[in-house]
């Protein structure tokens, strides 16, 4: 076991790099690591519906042979509102947790996004899922916890989940997932963490250890070969890259990783939508240097070089000030590099590194505040070339795109859970719309599909409004038109976004927003006091509507 605070080793870099980066090749992820599959199942809705007597639904993009997609909504009648949901990353299955008495629906996809089965089983008092928390990348496993608390992984495919080091103890929390293998934390009195991994594919019960510190970050490299933990903050920040097969120590060196929001005095689990701390290939990692530049590690070689530092001023297209420090940074699906930095205490602005030609771009007007939210899965060509660059901003809590040319766009929302696609658009779920009646309007859940900007006259512009960003859907084969439903009581939902908490529930009743809790709130805890709980949806004695004995389930091989 390596202790992070003993310091850093020979391979360490203990200041800031002074080579400016050269061009590289950051690669391309693949599908359901950094975003989804455009085709399939993209969201899963459990909520009061007028299409149905209980109210969950699917949401597929449905594609036909030329290419040619469109949105389906497919009822899910067994589950009632407020459901907990889970979709996962692999795309192939939804599971849900019936609110009314515990039981477990199994639904099962196939490649195109066509139901081939549905099945329930009761949750045994001792097996089984009682809370979804998460889904692997690029995987059709799950991590959930069972009724005492207690983490497991769960296979769609079976009814029991296997527990994840239950030699730990019951108050071990989840630090990260890769595409086989989890990240998994134990909370020490002194404020110091411990990181295990766990193959949960091969072998869930037996964890590794692998560093004790004050540890901030955990993420997974492209194929789960590497784990990378960011311990500490500020000038006692560091960065330590490990084997994952071996635990051997790989890299070293002083900075931090910033591809995701702080959350409890930590950086979450959940990076922005559509970034990752480290490269498609693997093989660069975007880090925060101790005096707040933003600098690229290239892991093959030990050696760091800076995208943009904190003294510098701006040259060419680049905004003519300085960037006090970095608040976020990581990859794009497809290697871009988006960032987000601050001057002084209250100035904040964004922009994108193309890392293939070293080229520097602004994002959104020079009026100060924009903060990142999310981005597109895709601002290149398939030869890599940048077609135009934009992402969607946050400001003052409404949600709107800027773009290269200092340009901002339309509004597109205030409360938004965006669903990274592959796809040039960013994709979101919007629970604050409004559906507006011949006498009255009424708070709505959308679908909004934000489409890229466009060039024109040589300038790029964001042509489409914010009406034009609800799309249309198709429910049984008849087009429905915008998908716009009515909020009322509960609500859970999941998109299967890769690295992301399996869904987010609120009540649409509240005035300032209906979304309060997700899955991750327990693992983001910090107190080793405090044991990992929650309510369960169902009654103690296995009483109530669903859920009195196991049911071999409705397994109609039906296409649907």
């Known amino acids: 076991m390596i202790a992070l605070a003993v310091g850093l080793g020979p391979a360490a870099c203990v200041?800031?790099?002074?080579?400016?980066?050269?061009?590289?090749?950051?690669?391309?992820?693949?599908?359901?690591?950094?975003?989804r599959a455009f085709e399939g199942p993209i969201a899963a809705i459990a909520m009061k519906d007028p299409?149905?007597?209980?109210?969950?639904?699917?949401?597929?993009?449905?594609?036909?042979?030329?290419?040619?997609?469109?949105?389906?909504?497919?009822?899910?009648?067994?589950?009632?509102?407020?459901?907990?949901?889970?979709?996962?990353?692999?795309?192939?299955?939804?599971?849900?947790?019936?609110?009314?008495?515990?039981?477990?629906?199994?639904?099962?996809?196939?490649?195109?996004g066509r139901r081939v089965s549905k099945n329930k089983t009761y949750v045994d008092p001792t097996q089984g899922p009682a809370q979804l928390v998460i889904g692997l990348r690029d995987s059709e496993l799950l991590v959930v916890r069972d009724r005492e608390g207690r983490l497991g992984v769960y296979r769609p495919t079976k009814q029991v989940a296997s527990p994840i080091a239950p030699d730990l103890g019951d108050s071990l929390r989840l630090a990260a997932v890769g595409e086989r293998w989890v990240a998994v934390r134990v909370l020490h009195a002194d404020g110091t963490q411990t990181v295990y991994v766990v193959d949960v594919e091969a072998d869930p019960e037996r964890p590794y250890r692998v560093a004790t510190g004050d540890i901030q970050s955990v993420v997974f490299g492209p194929g789960d070969a590497t784990v990378v933990l960011s311990a500490g903050t500020g000038v006692d920040a560091s960065v330590m890259v490990f084997d994952v097969g071996n635990r051997e120590l790989l890299d070293a060196f002083t900075g931090e990783l910033i591809s995701?929001?702080?959350?409890?005095?930590?950086?979450?689990?959940?990076?922005?939508?559509g970034l990752h701390a480290i490269s498609p290939s693997g093989e660069q990692l975007a880090y925060r240097t101790p005096s707040?530049?933003?600098?690229?590690?290239?892991?093959?070689?030990?050696?760091?070089?800076?995208?943009?530092?904190?003294?510098r001023l701006g040259t060419g297209a680049e905004p003519s000030r300085n960037a006090s420090n970095h608040a976020l940074a990581g990859f794009g699906a497809d290697g871009m590099l988006f960032a987000e930095y601050t001057v002084g205490s209250t100035d904040s602005f964004v922009y994108a590194y193309d890392p293939r030609h070293q080229q520097i771009t602004p994002l959104g007007s020079e009026e100060a505040g924009w903060h990142l939210a999310a981005v597109p899965g895709r601002v290149t060509d398939v030869f890599g070339e940048v077609t135009r660059l934009w992402a969607v901003g946050v400001r003052h809590g409404s949600h709107a795109t800027i773009g290269e040319g200092r340009i901002d766009g339309h509004t597109v929302g205030r409360e938004l859970t965006f669903m990274p696609l592959d796809d040039e658009a960013v994709w979101a779920i919007d629970t604050k719309d409004e559906l507006v009646g011949d006498r009255r309007s009424e708070r709505a859940l959308s679908v909004r599909r934000v489409a890229p900007p466009e060039w024109k006259n040589g300038a790029l512009r964001f042509e489409q409004g914010p009406d034009d960003q609800v799309i249309p859907h198709v429910r049984d084969g008849d087009n429905q038109g915008p998908l716009r439903v009515p909020l009322s009581g509960r609500l859970c939902l999941t998109t299967g976004v890769p690295g992301a908490w399996a869904y987010r529930c609120g009540d649409s009743t509240g005035t300032?927003?209906?979304?309060?809790?997700?899955?991750?709130?327990?693992?983001?805890?910090?107190?080793?006091?405090?044991?990992?709980?929650?309510?369960?949806?169902?009654?103690?004695?296995?009483?109530?509507?669903?859920g009195t004995e196991p049911d071999s389930g409705d397994g109609d091989p039906t296409r649907d």
Not at 15 to 35: H, L, R, W
Not at 99 to 110: H, I, L, N
Not at 292 to 311: E, F
Request: proline share 7%; glycine share 10%; hydrophobic share 30%.
């Open 15 to 35: 200041a800031d790099p002074m080579v400016p980066c050269g061009a590289f090749e950051p690669g391309d992820a693949a599908d359901n690591t950094v975003v």
């Open 260 to 273: 995701s929001r702080e959350r409890n005095d930590r950086r979450a689990v959940e990076e922005v939508p």
């Open 292 to 311: 707040g530049s933003l600098a690229v590690r290239q892991l093959l070689t030990q050696s760091s070089c800076i995208v943009r530092n904190t003294n």
């Open 512 to 546: 300032r927003a209906a979304f309060t809790t997700d899955s991750g709130t327990q693992e983001q805890n910090n107190d080793p006091n405090v044991r990992p709980e929650f309510d369960p949806p169902f009654p103690d004695q296995g009483e109530g509507d669903g």
């Open 51 to 112: 299409d149905s007597d209980n109210g969950a639904f699917v949401l597929r993009n449905l594609c036909d042979d030329d290419g040619e997609c469109q949105l389906d909504k497919l009822m899910l009648p067994e589950l009632s509102p407020g459901s907990q949901v889970m979709l996962t990353t692999g795309g192939h299955f939804l599971v849900g947790i019936d609110q009314r008495g515990g039981t477990v629906w199994t639904y099962e996809f196939d490649d195109a």
